[in-house]
């Protein structure tokens, strides 16, 4: 078998401990008196779930003693071994052991290590305390039991485990059994039977004994629907294979088609659904208060520990989900561990955060959007405003400029009227001319025309229109209004010059608040050489692209504007005229403002100012 090589090699391993021992300085050097305990492993310090026991135990001792403590562990490995109990090579060993320095302490766990501290107290440990613990109390010898012994046993209740898996499944048709082959794993095997023996009328019970656990994984991956599998202890299978930490548990949870449960919470935490199971850390602190007790002073069989009892059922929460097992079927007071915390418990503060900021943005976007509407109501009453205002200056303008208009009109109807009379007298002669004629009645045609040029411009001005943006040429605006000012520059006999670029320049505007805008600058000009001499009145007029915007200019030569009011030649109400009413050029900013432009004054070095205004190109 595979443990035929343990008598010798343990021989050999015990020898060398024990020099090791002897050589090892005394442990209160330091001046501090430690006290010597020795924990005792039924198959060894990684096998579940005796190895959970071992670490819970130390970590109370370190916690609850108030001395230094020296711990050692011992695996009782001949507890693995399915053959006659080879321990006479152990028990010299412990004896070579004790023979350096007395335990103060010896704890065994589980039922092999308290069955051979029991069969063996005598010669090797006769006077030292004893704690038996993670022990059923059915496999603790009590007639054996001395003064020097504790107990802190277990109370199995396998009718309770099962209970609970026809609890969490109600359909459940077969319940499988997993068990070793160790002396210790056989003893459970007979009494899981009797136990579970009014089960038999209710579901169908497997028992893979006399199966090497290879075989007991291919079964389990094909186990039928509506079954279940309870692990018992799987520390060597009938092969002679040992099991170390959680090893066979791993690989049968890997394969198997049905939920696992078992008896002890040494086993929860990955594979096993849950239950009614021992609690590891409380059967530690009762044996790590015992263990205090009797290194205080206590003697050991004067502390009665009642045997522990399963506690309350625990379950996994990720394998009731693996299993589709509802919540709701579990016992009252049960606890659900390893449960995913919901987006919300995870990020509570952060949502609650970026929902603050989310309802903060509404508001202020609410408040941005109610605010844009009252702007672009503002802007476009505003905007009416503006138009009103302008149409009410153009009229003034109109006005102004009757007489030159009159003046123009006369020009053509008088023509026409001559021409009229002319052509009457030639129709009374005897042989009137025809060619003659002719051309009577294309003078007529072309100057009713320049009359009706008149009053369409005339009309332009003073028609009540709402601001209509168009791409518009802005030669052809400065065009049309020097036409409809030249009546004023001749009757006031003033020099205009336009210096007019050969591309068109266009612009996205209002044409008729354009024009006015330049009929305002114009007149301004005109109004401003009204004391120069008349060979010396001149207005320059100019149009360009400049730093890619349209400029357009009108200068004088007349007396300028007094320096220290250039900022406030565009203020409402402002006025250098003896009779004006300071709104032209406050109505000229405002509708290029309104066209995204920009206008500004300036004196000339020569004399005279300079009104210059640019313009988006479109």
Known sequence: MILDNFIPCARAIGAAYVLAIFAAPPADAAGIEDKQIMIL???????????????????????????????????LVAARSIDKNPEVPFVEYLNALGAQRQHDLIIAIGAPAADFVQRHRGELFPQTPIILTAVEQRRVRSDDLTANDAVVAVAHDYAAVFENILRLLPDTQTIVIVNGASPNEKFWLGELKRELEPFANRIKLLWYEGMPFEAVLKEAASLAPKSAIFWHL???????????????????????????????????????????????????????SVAVRILAGERAGDIPVPPTRFAAPKYDWRLLQRWKINESLLPSGSQVWFREAS????????????????????????????????????ELVARQRLTELARVNRVSTVGELTATIAHELKQPLGAILANAETMEAILKSPSPDLNELQEIVSDICRDDRRADDVIERVRALLQKTPFEPKIVDLNDIV?????????????????????RPPEPLTVKGDPVQLQQVLLNLIVNGVDALSSKRVSERRIKIGTATVDRQAELYVSD??????????????????????????MGLSIVRTIVEAHNGRITAENQPGGGAVFRLRLPLA
């Open 343 to 378: 987006a919300w418990e995870r990020y509570r503060s952060l949502i609650l955060l970026v929902s603050a900021v989310m309802l903060v943005q509404a508001a202020l976007i609410s408040g941005l959007l109610y605010q844009r509407r009252r702007t672009q109501a503002a």
């Open 557 to 582: 030569n007349g007396p300028g504007i007094d320096s220290n009011k250039l900022n406030d030649v565009f203020q409402t109400f402002y006025s250098t005229k003896p009779n004006g009413m300071g």
């Open 41 to 75: 492993h039924s198959f060894g310090q990684d096998f579940r779930p005796w190895g959970e026991y071992a670490r819970t135990i130390r970590s109370e001792l370190s916690r609850q003693s108030r001395w230094p403590l020296n711990i050692s562990d011992h695996p």
């Open 479 to 499: 065009v049309e209004t020097l036409e409809l000012l030249s009546g004023l520059t001749v009757s006031r006999q003033i020099e205009i010059a336009y210096s």
């Open 234 to 288: 799987m520390n060597v299978d009938v092969a002679g294979v040992a099991y170390e930490g959680d090893t066979g548990l791993k690989r049968l949870y890997a394969v198997a088609n049905a939920p696992i449960f078992s008896y002890d919470d040494g086993f929860f935490g990955r594979e096993v659904v849950g239950g009614p199971m021992y609690s590891v850390q409380d059967i530690s602190q009762k044996t790590a």
